[in-house]
């Protein structure tokens, strides 16, 4: 079972990402504020779930929690500022997001930019020992699959549907032959180097 929360003191609000690995896409980012005594069995890091169970538990998130946010980053952004800084962004604008202002954050990860003097924890691998942070990822992920469903019928021949972006052998064959899409993220490696573009 995870823990409920890092600090008791402070209102605690869970901070996490989905999407940093992408070639294609916004990245995504969610915060949380759940009840202190909250719990859950089923609530665990999003990349040991199914998708369907993903789904459910979205609803008992929304449901249940005091208070959340999810914003993204889109790919022209992160060319602009690199994935690290768009992540950082995109937790800020989920922060921002939410109806009741947290008074700590918990980060998944090792690295956090500061958000207006809030003060922060950085936890590795948070989503599979906070509630707060599992949440958060459940949403940002589930959040981004929903944008990355919508615009796979502008582009079918990416597969976004079945790899959300990420790089596949299919996806990646698929850049070869039509060449990056409008949604691509430029600034990262689309082929390996034997593969390079030709357009």
Known sequence: ???SFFQADLLEAGCDEAGRGCL???VFAAAVILPKDFEHADLNDSKKLSEAKRY???TVIEQ???AYGVAMVDNIEIDEINILNASFLAMHRAVEKMDIPPGFLIIDGNRFKKFNELPH???VKGDA???SIAAASILAKTCRDDFMNKIHSEYPQYDWVSNKGYPTQKHRN???EFGPTAYHRMSFTLLPAQLSLEF
């Open 24 to 26: 294609a896409g916004p």
């Open 174 to 176: 698929a850049i070869k």
């Open 1 to 3: 079972m995870l823990k």
């Open 56 to 58: 459910e538990l979205r």
């Open 121 to 123: 924890a950085c936890i």
């Open 64 to 66: 249940q929690a005091l």
């Open 129 to 131: 020992k906070y509630f």
